[in-house]
C-alpha cells in the first residue's frame, strides 16, 4: 500500500517495558490514562507524569473500560470483571462471560451503555463472533464469521460502528441504530501492509488504525480511504486512543518484539482531537 508518512511532534514516549500494550484508555484530568499488558496480565496507568502498574492476573487480560461508579472494566480471559480503579487486591465482580472456546479481545463501552468486545476462537477460522454485554450481565451475539475480533469505534453521532478483524485483515462499518449488517472498507495484505489492530475515530469522523507488523498508524477517511501513516520505530503497533483534557493527544501503544524496541506508549500530536467516551452503567 503506497501511503505517503507524514511527521508528527511527538510529546511524550513512555516506556512502561510491556509485553504486549493494549487497549489505551482516558478516564479524566485527574486519573489520567489507563492501558493493559496483555502479555503479562497487569494493569498500567500514567497521572500526573507518573506511570505505575500491577497486576491483575496471571491470564489474559485484553482490554480496560471505564466504569460509570470510578471503577474499570476488564475483558479477562472469557470474562467481564468490575474491579476497583487502583492496585488490584483480588477484588472483582464478573459481571459476564463468553462460552467456552471463544476468548475476549479489544472491548469499549459504546453509545448504548453496553460493553462491545470482539473475540478470539482458535478452534477454526471465522468460528468467533462480535459481543455486547449489559450491566445486568445480559449478553448477546451480533457479528459472526469472525476470526481475530480487534478495534473498535463509532462515528460522533453514534450512528455507524467500526470493527476490525484481525484474522481477516479487514476494516468494516455497520449501521448501530439500529444495528446492521457490516460493509468491509479495507483489507490488508499481511505480507506486505501488516495486520489491521486497534482503532479510533476523531472528531471529524477520519479513522485512526494500528497497524500489527507496519511500524505505524493508518490515518483513514470515513469511508476507510488512506490518507497519510504515521511511522513509528517500533515493528507492533497495538493501538491507539485520544486522551488529555483537550482529547487532543494520540496514545499510541505497541508490542515488545525480539529484533527491535516495543513495549511503550506514544502520546502524539496528530493535529486532530478525539472523542468522548463512554462508561459501562453501575449494575
Keep these: 500500500m503506497n501511503v505517503p508518512s507524514r511527521s508528527v511532534a511527538t510529546i511524550e514516549v513512555v516506556d512502561a517495558g510491556c509485553d504486549l500494550a493494549e487497549s489505551p484508555l482516558w478516564l479524566d484530568s485527574q486519573r489520567g490514562i489507563r492501558w493493559v499488558d496483555a502479555g503479562r496480565g497487569d494493569l498500567h496507568a500514567l497521572r500526573d507524569g507518573r506511570h505505575e502498574s500491577w497486576s491483575v492476573t496471571d491470564g ?22 468490575r474491579v476497583p480503579d487502583g492496585p ?26 453496553r460493553l462491545w468486545a470482539g473475540t478470539v476462537d482458535r478452534s477454526q477460522p471465522a ?7 449489559g450491566a445486568g450481565g445480559d449478553v448477546r451475539r451480533h457479528w459472526t464469521g469472525v476470526t481475530h475480533g480487534n478495534g473498535l469505534a463509532w462515528n460522533a ?23 446492521g449488517q457490516p460493509t468491509v472498507l479495507l483489507t490488508l495484505d499481511r505480507e506486505v501492509d501488516g495486520i489491521p489492530d486497534g482503532l479510533a475515530v476523531d472528531s471529524t469522523g477520519d479513522l485512526w488504525l494500528a497497524v500489527w507488523g507496519g511500524h505505524c498508524v493508518l490515518h483513514l477517511d470515513a469511508s476507510g480511504n488512506p490518507i497519510d501513516r504515521i511511522a513509528l520505530p517500533e515493528r507492533n503497533v497495538t493501538s491507539c486512543a485520544f486522551v488529555s483534557a483537550g482529547l487532543d493527544v494520540l496514545a499510541v501503544t ?11 506508549v ?18
Excluded at 488490584?88 to 448504548?112: C, E, I, M, S
Excluded at 453521532?157 to 444495528?179: K, M
Excluded at 506514544?266 to 449494575?283: I, K, N, Q, S, W
Design 157 to 179: 453521532s453514534g450512528s455507524l460502528f467500526y470493527f476490525v478483524d484481525s484474522g481477516a485483515g479487514t476494516l468494516s462499518c455497520g449501521p448501530f441504530d439500529p444495528f
Design 88 to 113: 488490584f487486591t483480588g477484588t472483582a465482580t464478573v459481571v459476564a462471560q463468553v462460552p467456552p472456546g471463544a476468548v475476549l479481545n479489544d472491548a469499549k463501552v459504546g453509545p448504548d451503555g
Design 266 to 283: 506514544h502520546l502524539l500530536d496528530v493535529g486532530r482531537t478525539g472523542l468522548p467516551g463512554y462508561a459501562f452503567p453501575e449494575g
Design 127 to 133: 468460528a468467533a463472533a462480535l459481543w455486547s454485554f
Design 254 to 264: 505497541t508490542a515488545a518484539d525480539p529484533g527491535g524496541p516495543g513495549g511503550a
Design 60 to 81: 489474559l487480560v485484553s482490554a480496560v473500560a471505564e466504569g460509570a461508579g470510578g471503577d474499570l472494566l476488564l475483558a479477562v480471559g472469557r470474562e467481564l470483571w
